[in-house]
């Protein structure tokens, strides 16, 4: 696990801007696993800088969201759907065809949910998948207690989780109870994943998933089992790690080897 802390928060999201880019350069076809959440808006913000004036270009890009709340229609306001036109699609030249946002509508849950799975394979499978992390180290809507070889669901949503989302629809008693989400085996079948984090209040839980044990209390501890995944966080969310310095070292050793290398 490559663990990135940079000073604030638009230093995260230019590191992982950076990181998503290079992707796509060299895989003009990748396919991209997005997350929403207000912590992955400043990649999407230095994405859309980088695709107007750097001809980033994501007319091969194809695209799958991670989750999507029950029952909300794509149009309405809070629908990841919206959120991510509003805040990326509107903004880049990602083709509509290429783009899988699962439907909060369906009415046979079962069968949509094994059809997103079909189309991630049929896609070849997601190749960088970009995640935030919730205050209880939950990733996607798995929410502590997932299985840690869940597929894509139906989740309840944890109170804590409402809680948190309360803001952004008016109150609790506004906020959906359920939510589609892949599972943590899907996405731990990205070839490639990238956690953001930021802030104080995140600190526990990026400390739990990275240096904690692995348990499906704080799914983001399945991260561990990766092969790729750069966690890439800032100083407030990175004050209670206890290789907070190795981290930092790491970091600079890679450095100077491209540097030295050009690699």
């Given amino acids: ?24 350069r060299a895989k003009p076809r990748a396919v991209l696993g997005l997350a929403t959440g ?8 230095e994405l859309i800088r980088m695709h107007k004036e750097e001809s980033l270009d994501f007319s091969g890009v194809r695209t799958f969201n991670l989750d999507e709340y029950f029952g909300l229609p794509p149009e309405h306001p809070q629908s990841y759907h919206t959120f991510m036109s509003e805040n990326f699609f509107d903004y880049v030249n990602v083709k ?10 369906v009415t046979d849950v079962e069968s949509f949910c094994a059809g997103y799975e079909e189309s991630i394979r049929k896609a070849g499978g997601i190749d960088l998948q970009l995640l935030g992390i919730g205050r209880d ?23 804590e989780t409402v809680r948190d989302n309360a803001r952004f629809f008016g109150g609790e008693e506004k906020v959906p109870r359920l939510a589609l989400t892949m599972g943590i085996g899907t996405i731990l079948e990205a070839r490639k994943l990238v956690m953001l984090a930021s802030g104080a209040e995140k600190a526990g839980a990026v400390k739990n998933a990275i240096e904690g044990p692995l348990s ?5 501890s399945a991260l561990q089992l990766h092969p790729q995944v750069a966690v890439v966080i800032d100083e407030k969310a990175a004050r209670l790690l206890d290789r907070r310095e190795y981290y930092l070292y790491v970091e600079k050793m890679a450095e100077q080897v491209e540097h030295d290398t050009g690699i």
Avoid: C, W
């Fill in 1 to 24: 696990m490559r663990v990135i802390i940079a000073k604030d928060y638009d230093g995260i999201s230019r590191t992982a801007a950076s990181i998503i880019a290079k992707e796509i």
């Fill in 216 to 220: 499906s209390q704080v799914t983001a």
């Fill in 96 to 105: 509509a065809e290429n783009v899988s946002i699962p439907d909060g509508t």
């Fill in 137 to 159: 180290g939950h990733i996607g809507f798995n929410e502590p207690g997932s299985s840690l070889g869940s597929r894509t669901r139906l989740k309840t949503l944890a109170e």
């Fill in 38 to 45: 207000s912590t992955p808006l400043g990649t999407y913000k």
